[in-house]
């Protein structure tokens, strides 16, 4: 692999170290051998480690090649920076003639991104992300380092099995077992919109300690679709403000885009320290049995009607303020477009992602025009999203 590599800890962004490195013809190569284990025992790739020996190259480093000490490349482990992604990493021990010890770390980067796209698969595949630290764990540069399509060739003609007294038929069988297995998973994010659903960890490792709603009530609106709201009532001691917030989340999803107990302080955590007392109402499009019906964003005004019905009843016919999220946003504006809900009840009003002026992206219209999409999916998978614990 080639690319370029910007000397100092003064670029923290790998593409932008990339670009100003090429400007200085700072350039660096790497070659190396990677030795797997037998492919009888990679039938799954993910996160096994492999040798690796070879030089890397980098004038601004040093003025001879550096020798690969050791090291090791692990396919395919898991991203913890993107969801549903994993990486290819290279974790290098590199040996100067000045017998000057560095540290090459790399990663390439494979996530949905590359869905449908052979140009983006070839990019994530021949893409190393690269950072060069002393022994003492400073670093010394960062760049990324590329492979031409003439290295790829030359890869693929490099692959052989190096266990003695086997046949021909057997390495050209290791061979292949190695490049289905990575193929496979490479198909898995080529393929990512025709594959399965990802469910949710529904465990609590790792969770912050989060209050309990203080009430959790049952609406039913004008068509009978029942949905929930949770209200949260500011700490004790605190000063409590007259005007309520009710917030309204968006399709797929519950209280926990506000109460997410992931992090040290939440949406709600932070109003309620300020005094507001929270409700958050689940839609009818939201993880809710009612999501199995297929209604309509326009069908959910009525359940913005019923949660702001019912955040009336219980401050006395006060002002509150709304915070809408994504289709949330796109139901409330429903429910005032349409005179569902009586706007004068309303302090104010902060809509996230969309409102009213709805721009459908190309790939989100095509999907919008008709169903054959969804029944296509529907009939390819049997999972069942309905079918997990409820939370």
């Known amino acids: 692999m080639d690319g370029y590599l910007h000397i100092g800890n003064n670029i923290t962004d790998f593409e932008a170290a990339y670009s100003i490195a090429k400007g200085a013809a700072s350039t660096a190569s790497l070659f190396i051998t990677v030795d797997t284990f037998r492919s009888?025992?990679?039938?799954?790739?993910?996160?096994?480690?492999?040798?690796?020996?070879?030089?890397?190259?980098?004038?601004?480093?040093?003025?001879?090649?550096?020798?690969?000490?050791?090291?090791?490349?692990?396919?395919?482990?898991?991203?913890?920076?993107?969801?549903?992604?994993?990486?290819?990493?290279y974790n290098l021990t590199l040996l100067s003639v000045e017998s000057k010890v560095y540290h090459l770390r790399g990663y390439k980067k494979i996530d949905a991104s590359i869905a449908f796209s052979v140009r983006q698969t070839w990019k994530a595949t021949t893409t190393l992300y690269t950072e060069i630290t002393n022994e003492d764990g400073s670093i010394v540069g960062r760049g990324i380092l590329k492979m031409s399509w003439g290295n790829f060739k030359n890869e693929m003609r490099s692959f052989k099995l190096v266990l003695p007294n086997r046949s021909r038929g057997e390495k050209i069988s290791n061979t292949l077992n190695f490049c289905k297995s990575f193929m496979k998973e490479i198909g898995h994010y080529f393929f990512a919109p025709c594959t399965s659903l990802q469910f949710p960890d529904i465990g609590t490792a790792g969770y912050f300690s989060k209050p309990s709603p203080q009430k959790i009530a049952h609406l039913e609106a004008e068509d009978g679709v029942k949905s929930i709201i949770k209200i949260w009532e500011p700490p004790k001691g605190v000063r409590r403000r007259q005007m309520p917030i009710l917030f309204l989340p968006g399709a797929s999803v519950d209280d926990q885009i506000f109460s997410l107990p992931t992090i040290p302080t939440n949406t709600i955590d932070f109003f309620t320290s300020l005094g507001y007392t929270c409700y958050v109402s689940i839609l009818r499009f939201g993880i809710l049995p009612a999501a199995q019906l297929g209604c309509t964003a326009f069908d959910a005004r009525l359940d913005v009607k019923a949660a702001m019905e019912f955040v009336r009843r219980e401050e006395k016919d006060r002002k509150f303020y709304v915070i809408c999220h994504c289709l949330g946003s796109i139901a409330t504006g429903f429910a005032l477009l349409t005179g569902t809900v009586d706007a004068n009840w309303i302090q104010g009003m902060t809509c996230s992602q969309v409102f009213t002026n709805l721009r459908f992206g190309k790939v989100n219209r095509i999907k919008a025009s008709s169903q054959m999409l969804e029944k296509i999916y529907e009939v390819g998978t049997t999972d069942n999203w309905f079918a997990l614990p409820p939370r």
Do not use: R
Not at 50 to 77: D, I, K, M, W
């Open 40 to 89: 009888e025992k990679l039938q799954s790739l993910t996160n096994t480690h492999s040798l690796a020996s070879g030089t890397f190259s980098c004038g601004a480093v040093s003025q001879h090649p550096l020798q690969v000490l050791h090291g090791e490349v692990q396919f395919f482990t898991v991203n913890e920076q993107t969801s549903d992604g994993k990486n290819l990493k």
